[in-house]
């Protein structure tokens, strides 16, 4: 089992910018990807952006492409989303999650940390 701990959100301006790191603990070696999800109130569960562990091969979801940037450092056993030029629907609680093995969906997920946008 992998253990996640989110740190980084607050509250900043539109256009302004964040850091969400997700340290990672227990069997790190085993972790094929990390991700991160986000929900808002009301709202199902969203797809954020993803990174292979191994080899930092990444994906976004349509609505970040271009302004987050999902990032790992291997030797810390720890993962970044760095956003940037965040809007007002960006606002929502953003969890990182993380496969081990062969798992095919994520089985270990952070407690979440809360992102607020002010207009």
């Known amino acids: 089992q992998v253990q996640l701990v989110e740190s980084g959100g607050g509250l900043v301006q539109a256009g302004g910018s964040l850091r969400l790191s997700c340290a990672a603990s227990?069997?790190?070696?085993?972790?094929?990807?990390m991700g991160w999800v986000r929900q808002a109130p009301g709202k199902e569960r969203e797809f954020v952006a993803r990174i292979a562990w191994n080899v930092a091969t990444t994906y976004y979801a349509d609505s970040v492409k271009g302004r987050f940037t999902i990032s790992r450092d291997y030797a810390k056993n720890t993962g970044y989303l760095q956003m940037n030029s965040l809007k007002p629907e960006d606002p929502a609680v953003y969890y990182c999650?993380?496969?081990?093995?062969?798992?095919?969906?994520?089985?270990?997920w952070g407690q979440g940390t809360q992102v607020t946008v002010s207009s």
């Open positions: 227990g069997r790190t070696l085993s972790m094929s990807a």
């Open positions: 999650a993380a496969r081990t093995g062969g798992q095919s969906s994520y089985g270990s």
